[in-house]
Every structure is written in structure tokens, then in C-alpha cells.
């Protein structure tokens, strides 16, 4: 049984390969599209040509697309093997950071943290993800536990290690995150800018907290390969969600193959799900949570 299983993995693992190595043009465009969503969408604010209960949710639904880029651009998905392209990975990755508030340079220390333990409670640093479950106050308090977490593992973790560059990369990054704030507010010289700000930001991480992170690995019981991430399937109502979620619902085909971009999950879900299925991946209904 366990050779089956082996040659089976060595199957998904030769059909991943069909989906990888290629510049991830997508990528590239909904970077563009984030970034000129939110000048937009904080130039109309201020300058009073969208009201606050607009502002506040488009501003939101940008800081959760925002992490898609940045977390292909940690994998290095968007130049896939095209190493002369480079630049343009890390271009993306530099430029979605300040929105989400996650430092690019130093997001695949606890990124690539997170996958080598997943779900193992103290090895795990999305770990604290999981006191979600706790209820709706918990829920909150867990959100910024979470950002906490993505901001400084760098410095806890990894900073005696990293090189006098890549500290002060880092230092920079947060510095603009919080800066470019700080300078919006005092621009705009409103008391509802700093409303627009914070409660965005909360909203964003809040969802990508919940949907990108929590979800997919819920019940956090399990830390082997094939069985350590969800596949969550949703209703075909639900299908405009499905988009917004940007694949994130396929998670565990992100964990099996982090090199595969975001947009191709679902293709090479359809072609391994049998393979997922006899190694134990938990494929189930989104909020059911039954084999589907």
C-alpha cells in the first residue's frame, strides 16, 4: 500500500510540473490592478468623491487581494524558473507589501516556517490562527496576534542570522508601511482618514486571517504532507465568492505544490484529486465541513 502511495505521489508531482515554470503574467496583472485599485480608491477618498462606507470596504476587499501577490512573489512564482526575471518577482512582492503590511523581504522566513511544521503547535507560526475557533472576541484579538506574528518573526526569529542588508530591508519596509499611513492621515487632515485606514485594514486582515489562513487548515491536527491543508468545495452559488477567494478554497494544493500559481489550482486539483484522495486529503463541503 505504501509503494502505491509513492508511485501515486510521484504521478502528482510529474503532473505539477506541467503547471510550473512559466513568468506568471496573471500575477503581474492583478498586482497592477491592486495597486491602481487603491490610489483610486484612497485619491476618490480624499478628495471626497467616494464617501467613507464605500471607501471602507473597497479598501478591504484590496488589502486581502494584496497578500495573493506578495505570497506567490515569497514562493517566487511569478518568475517561476525564469531567473532573468527575477526583478519583476520581487518588484511585485515590494509593491503589494505596504498594503497588506507584511514585510516582503522577510515573509518567507515565517512563510517558509509555516510550511515546513505545518499545524504543529510552538513550531508553527500561523499556528495562533487557530484560537479563531474560541469565538468572536478571540476571532478579533487572533487578527492581530496574526499580523503581529508576520511582522516581527523576522526580528524574533531569524535576525542574528540575516545579513546587515537584508535588516535593514526589513527595518525600511515597515517603516513605509506605517509611514505612508501616517503621511495619508495627516494629508488628508480628516478625522474619517484614519477611520478609512484602520478599520480597512482590520476588515482586510480580519478576512485573510479567517479565509486564507484558518480555513483551509482547520481542525490543525495533522502535519503530514497531503493531510495538513483542506480542500474546501463551495456551492455553485457561491462561485463569485470562489473568485474573490482567488483559489485559496484548494489550499492543500498549494501546500503539496507551493510552486504552482494561484490561478492553477483548480486545474491540477481536477487532475490529482484521486491521488489526494487515496492519500487522505480532507475534501470537503466549505461550511459542512463532510467529505464531499
Known amino acids: 500500500m505504501q509503494q502505491d502511495l509513492s508511485t501515486l505521489n510521484r504521478q502528482a508531482i510529474d503532473m505539477a510540473r506541467e503547471y510550473t515554470g512559466a513568468v506568471a503574467w496573471p500575477t503581474v496583472l492583478l498586482t497592477a490592478a491592486v495597486i491602481a485599485g487603491v490610489v483610486l480608491t484612497l485619491g476618490a477618498f480624499a478628495s471626497g468623491a467616494l464617501s467613507l462606507w464605500l471607501a471602507i470596504p473597497l479598501y478591504a ?82 487578527v492581530f496576534q496574526f499580523m503581529w506574528v508576520q511582522n516581527s518573526f523576522f526580528a524574533q526569529k531569524h535576525w542574528v542570522k540575516a545579513t546587515v542588508r537584508e535588516q535593514v530591508i526589513y527595518v525600511m519596509e ?27 485594514y482590520v476588515i482586510g486582515g480580519l478576512f485573510t486571517a479567517y479565509w486564507f489562513a484558518y480555513r ?57 484529486e484521486p491521488i489526494m484522495r487515496a492519500h487522505g486529503t480532507p475534501i470537503v463541503g466549505v461550511f459542512s465541513r463532510k467529505p464531499v
Open 174 to 200: 515597515i517603516a513605509f508601511s506605517v509611514g505612508w499611513r501616517i503621511a495619508f492621515i495627516a494629508l488628508v487632515a480628516r478625522p474619517d482618514a484614519a477611520l478609512v485606514i484602520g478599520a480597512s
Open 216 to 272: 483551509p487548515h482547520i481542525p490543525y491536527q495533522d502535519s503530514t504532507r497531503y493531510r495538513n491543508t483542506n480542500s474546501l468545495i463551495m456551492p455553485r452559488w457561491m462561485k463569485p465568492f470562489e473568485w474573490f477567494w482567488l483559489g485559496q478554497n484548494l489550499h492543500s494544493v498549494h501546500h503539496l505544490f507551493p510552486r504552482v500559481p494561484f490561478y492553477r489550482y483548480h486545474a491540477l486539483h481536477r487532475e490529482i
Open 61 to 142: 476587499a484590496l488589502t486581502y487581494m494584496s497578500y495573493t501577490p506578495l505570497h506567490e512573489a515569497a514562493h517566487g512564482n511569478i518568475h517561476g524558473g525564469r531567473d532573468n526575471m527575477k526583478w519583476l518577482n520581487d518588484l511585485c512582492g515590494y509593491l503589494v507589501a505596504p498594503i497588506i503590511m507584511v514585510p516582503y523581504a522577510s515573509h518567507t522566513v515565517e512563510h517558509f516556517t509555516h510550511h515546513r511544521y505545518t499545524n504543529q503547535d510552538g513550531k508553527d507560526p500561523d499556528y495562533v490562527i487557530s484560537n479563531m475557533a474560541k469565538g468572536p472576541v478571540a476571532m478579533l484579538v487572533t
